[in-house]
Nanobody, 125 residues
């Protein structure tokens, strides 16, 4: 069983930055590909970013490319999402999710096996 806990959300103004963290636990010494998704009220869950199991490869949706960066600290089983120049329309609940095995799809919710509870990000204008 893989458990994920997001943290780092909060209230910021447009143009500010936030750094989210996703602490993972599961098989001892194991690492998992991790994706980031966000969901605004009444909206579909949207892919944001993903990072490979060893951190060697990252993926980003077009709206966040160049502003968001995903990284990981393997020794702490923690994945980070640095979000710069946040905009009000990016307000929502941000989730991290883990794949037990590397999937051909990094952006599809169905490709992920475990999900965190989410952390609220609110961006005011």
């Amino acid at each position: 069983q893989v458990q994920l806990v997001e943290s780092g959300g909060g209230l910021v103004q447009a143009g500010d930055s936030l750094r989210l963290s996703c602490a993972t636990s599961g098989r001892p010494g194991s690492l998992y590909p991790v994706g980031w998704f966000r969901q605004a009220p009444g909206q579909e869950r949207e892919f944001v970013a993903a990072i490979s199991w060893n951190g060697g490869e990252t993926f980003y949706s077009d709206p966040v490319k160049g502003r968001f960066t995903s990284s990981r600290e393997n020794a702490k089983n923690t994945v980070h999402l640095q979000m710069n120049n946040l905009q009000p329309q990016e307000t929502g609940v941000y989730y991290c999710a883990a794949q037990l095995y590397t999937s051909a799809s990094t952006s599809c919710t169905r490709s992920y096996d475990y999900w965190g509870q989410g952390t609220q990000v609110t961006v005011s204008s």
